[in-house]
């Protein structure tokens, strides 16, 4: 595939002809690929190159679909190392989205909750572990693949829960769906108010505010579901939690999200607990429990980042104590001269991986909290 581009239809000097072409050389590209699908809808792949960058391709890519006529395309940035079988996952939900997203209000995430039941079914879910002594149980959940998108997993897992629907925990097209369709409202909001880019939430990511946004914005999910991004944060709630029917938390560590649900059944109140990552950690009771598993997470993530080193053509000649250096202590990353947080590296140090995750002993007391190794690659 050859790419030309002409930079000026005037003729011009040596000189100044010098200066447009090593300009552009140096300038950041942006490449596009379109491919039309049926039903009359435009697919599109977006990827930037820009000078100092990671080799190709780079680690995103944006994804597009547009229906033609004035509605915006949908946007969703994603791993460039994702499948064939993903991609066309987020084409399917785009196309499902994209006739009634900015033209009906019957989106998913309106008018689908149901009354509650006393008693969820869950023999209609896998539980992946729990703790029969305080009645905690986690749920199996859909595998998060996309590395930014925790906290939309984090709260379609608990919208299921309230829609009575649990079956539906790992249905991956009514997941895209519902986070394309969330992801426009954000960008939108976002745009019309000034609270946030467009960039800060097509990657996919959802911080506490875009988290609270949803939330409050959603009449059905308005006081059913609450933040607790701190360990103070998660034990003031409790303290003053009255369940009625039944209650859900989007739990912030670090760099992932989690969530739980406290339910009042016919039987007593129960707790159920969401990870993304599909790591069980709710039967952790003792340090050498703890330990374990911290110690299994970290080789996990230190093979994993080795691994990832070493198809780096940056890194790939470097020696081995030069890569072992960078797996423990993180790939520093810059941004307009200014060093970025380490907790935005593609390669975190491995003391950003370990995050507070927050589980319940019981309804009023304080929660356990649970050293584990964050699982956000």
């Known amino acids: 595939m050859a790419l030309c581009a002409t930079l000026t239809t005037e003729p011009l000097a040596v000189l100044p002809a010098a200066e447009e072409l090593w300009r552009a050389l140096h300038a950041p590209l942006q490449l596009k690929w379109e491919v039309p699908l049926e039903g009359g809808f435009q697919a599109a792949l977006v990827a930037t190159m820009a000078q100092g960058t990671a080799p190709w391709p780079p680690a995103r890519v944006q994804l597009e679909l547009s229906s033609g006529g004035e509605a915006k395309a949908l946007e969703l940035q994603v791993p460039s190392n994702a499948s064939v079988t993903q991609v066309a996952q987020l084409l399917t939900a785009s196309c499902t989205l994209q006739g009634n997203l900015f033209g009906q209000t019957d989106t998913p995430s309106d008018g689908m909750l149901k009354k509650q039941k006393k008693d969820p079914l869950l023999e209609d879910v896998d539980v992946i572990d729990q703790c029969q002594e305080r009645k905690i149980a986690q749920l199996q959940s859909l595998d998060q693949w996309h590395d930014g998108v925790c906290g939309h997993h984090a709260l379609f897992n608990l919208r299921c829960l309230l829609r009575d629907e649990l079956d539906s925990l790992r249905d991956e097209q009514r997941f895209w769906q519902q986070v394309i369709a969330d992801v426009q409202r954000l960008a939108h909001f976002g745009e019309l108010s000034g609270s946030w880019p467009r960039s800060r939430v097509v990657c996919g990511v959802a911080d506490e505010v875009h988290l609270r946004h949803l939330v409050e914005q959603d009449e059905e999910l308005t006081g059913r579901i609450t933040l607790a991004s701190t360990i103070e944060s998660l034990k003031e709630q409790l303290r003053g939690l009255k369940i009625s029917d039944v209650h859900g938390f989007l739990l912030g560590a670090a760099t992932h999200w989690y969530s739980a649900a406290v339910v009042r059944q016919s039987t007593g109140v ?20 703890i330990e374990g598993l911290v110690e299994q997470r970290l080789h996990q993530s230190r093979s994993r980042t080795m691994e990832s080193l070493r198809k780096d053509p940056h890194w790939a000649h470097r020696p081995q104590n030069h890569l072992e250096e960078a797996v423990d202590g993180g790939v520093e990353e810059w941004w307009k001269g200014v060093r970025k947080a380490s907790m935005f590296w593609r390669h975190k140090p491995l003391e ?17 909290v649970v050293m584990i190794l964050d699982l956000d690659d």
């Open 352 to 368: 950003v991986l370990f995050v507070p995750i927050p589980s319940f002993s019981d309804v009023g007391g304080a929660p356990l």
């Open 270 to 289: 129960r707790i159920y607990f969401f990870d993304s990552y599909n790591v069980p950690v709710v039967s952790l009771r003792s340090n050498e429990d």
